[in-house]
Every structure is written in structure tokens, then in C-alpha cells.
């Protein structure tokens, strides 16, 4: 069966690394899944990537960071996640469109319902079945994020506090908006209990 699955959160939530270790329990059960993620996903979306986390590119307006984050959205969408769904696929997407909902929408201050419509017209309206949201105390995913010198550090880990504070803020908030879809995962648990957590979940929505 298809279905779509989106990992949120903060910056150093783990998300990532649990996606890659709960794709390899989904894979080991015959589970026929895409792996993709946000920004980028297909070569020209991974373009606008470069472009959006550039380090160098602090003088970037964010209603430009929205619109380019929507636009590599767009291309993702109509080159890898579409086709996938309509075979079949199970995919697991690393960020999707809650992001630029708490990035720009909230931390930019641009507004939540300003960048969903902006992407509603990008998407066609296509929302995720399943959007885990990966909850962490800011502080502690910058510490992980120090920590970890393997990691990509893009220019948003270089936001202050405060900033990381209100992406926090502003997913709660999206999450009780779309109530449906959204799981609340405690990120600050061990990575076993979170890998655990994530897989029962999703194993919960495909019987």
C-alpha cells in the first residue's frame, strides 16, 4: 500500500537518523520504501538546496528562502513523490511542507496560513498520511548537533536560540491545526525507545 510519511522537527532531533534505521526494519519485512528528503530529493531540487542552506547566503529575504523552499518542493513532488505513490511505494520523507510552515511561517514571522498557501499551490494540496513530529528542546538539538562533527551545518543551524525556540513553538501549533495526520514523538528518549516508538507507529497505519 502507498503512503506518505513525513519526519519533522527541529535541528539536531535525530529524525534522520531514525528514518535511516526504521527504513532498514521496514526493508528486512519486505516493505517496498522510498527514502527522500527535503530540500532536494531529485537533482534540480538538490540545486535549490544548495542555494536555500548556503552558509554564504545570509542575505537571503525569507519570503525568497519560502518561495525557493516551495519551488524544490514542486520539482520533488512531480519527479519522485507522486510517481512513487501511484506505485505503490511506501516513502519516508525527511522534512516536507510542515517545515517551511514553522521555519518561515513562524520563525521568519511571514505567517503560518501565508506559507501554506503559498504551498498549496506548489503541492496541489498534497499532504502527508503520516507526519511524525520529532519534539527536543532547542538547546539539547544544538548541543547534538555540536556534538556530532560529521554533520552538515547549514546556515539555519546557525540561527540564534530564539529562533529555534519559535520553530519549536510553531510546530506544536501545527500539530494541533492538523491532528489527523500528526504524531508527537519524544525525541529526548534513547534512540532505541524513539526507533521503536517510530516503527509501532508506522507499522500501526499499515494494517
Same mark, same amino acid.
Given at each position: 500500500?502507498s503512503?506518505?510519511i513525513?519526519f519533522?522537527?527541529?535541528?539536531? @532531533?535525530?529524525?534522520?537518523?531514525?528514518?535511516? *534505521?526504521?527504513?532498514?526494519?521496514?526493508?528486512?519485512?519486505?516493505?517496498?520504501?522510498?527514502?527522500?528528503r527535503?530540500?532536494?530529493?531529485t537533482?534540480?531540487?538538490e540545486?535549490?538546496?544548495n542555494?536555500?542552506?548556503?552558509?554564504?547566503?545570509?542575505?537571503?529575504?525569507?519570503?525568497?528562502?519560502? *518561495? /525557493?523552499?516551495?519551488?524544490?518542493?514542486?520539482?520533488? &513532488?512531480?519527479?519522485?513523490?507522486?510517481?512513487? &505513490?501511484?506505485?505503490?511505494? /511506501?516513502?519516508? @520523507?525527511?522534512?516536507?511542507?510542515?517545515?517551511?510552515?514553522?521555519?518561515?511561517?513562524?520563525?521568519?514571522?511571514?505567517?503560518?496560513?501565508?506559507? *501554506?498557501?503559498?504551498?498549496?499551490f506548489?503541492?496541489?494540496?498534497?499532504?502527508?498520511d503520516?507526519? *511524525? &513530529?520529532?519534539?527536543?528542546?532547542?538547546?539539547?538539538?544544538?548541543?547534538?548537533?555540536?556534538a556530532?562533527?560529521?554533520?552538515?551545518?547549514?546556515?539555519?543551524?546557525?540561527?540564534?536560540?530564539e529562533?529555534?525556540?519559535?520553530?519549536?513553538?510553531?510546530?506544536?501549533?501545527?500539530?494541533?491545526?492538523?491532528?489527523?495526520?500528526?504524531?508527537?514523538?519524544?525525541?529526548?528518549?534513547?534512540?532505541?525507545?524513539?526507533?521503536?516508538?517510530?516503527?509501532?507507529?508506522?507499522?500501526?497505519? &499499515?494494517?
Amino acid at each position: 500500500m502507498s503512503l506518505f510519511i513525513t519526519f519533522e522537527g527541529g535541528e539536531g @532531533c535525530g529524525k534522520s537518523t531514525v528514518l535511516r *534505521l526504521v527504513n532498514e526494519k521496514l526493508l528486512s519485512e519486505g516493505y517496498q520504501t522510498v527514502v527522500t528528503r527535503e530540500p532536494g530529493g531529485t537533482p534540480i531540487a538538490e540545486q535549490i538546496r544548495n542555494v536555500i542552506l548556503d552558509k554564504n547566503n545570509t542575505a537571503m529575504d525569507s519570503r525568497t528562502e519560502a *518561495l /525557493l523552499y516551495a519551488a524544490s518542493r514542486r520539482q520533488h &513532488l512531480v519527479e519522485k513523490i507522486w510517481p512513487a &505513490l501511484k506505485e505503490g511505494k /511506501l516513502i519516508l @520523507c525527511d522534512r516536507y511542507l510542515d517545515s517551511s510552515l514553522a521555519y518561515q511561517g513562524g520563525a521568519r514571522g511571514l505567517g503560518i496560513d501565508n506559507v *501554506l498557501n503559498v504551498n498549496r499551490f506548489a503541492t496541489e494540496d498534497t499532504y502527508p498520511d503520516l507526519t *511524525l &513530529l520529532f519534539d527536543l528542546e532547542p538547546e539539547l538539538g544544538l548541543q547534538r548537533i555540536a556534538a556530532n562533527a560529521s554533520r552538515e551545518v547549514n546556515r539555519l543551524d546557525l540561527e540564534k536560540l530564539e529562533f529555534h525556540a519559535e520553530v519549536r513553538q510553531t510546530f506544536k501549533k501545527i500539530a494541533e491545526r492538523f491532528p489527523d495526520r500528526f504524531v508527537i514523538i519524544d525525541a529526548s528518549k534513547s534512540l532505541e525507545e524513539v526507533v521503536e516508538n517510530v516503527y509501532q507507529t508506522i507499522k500501526s497505519r &499499515l494494517k
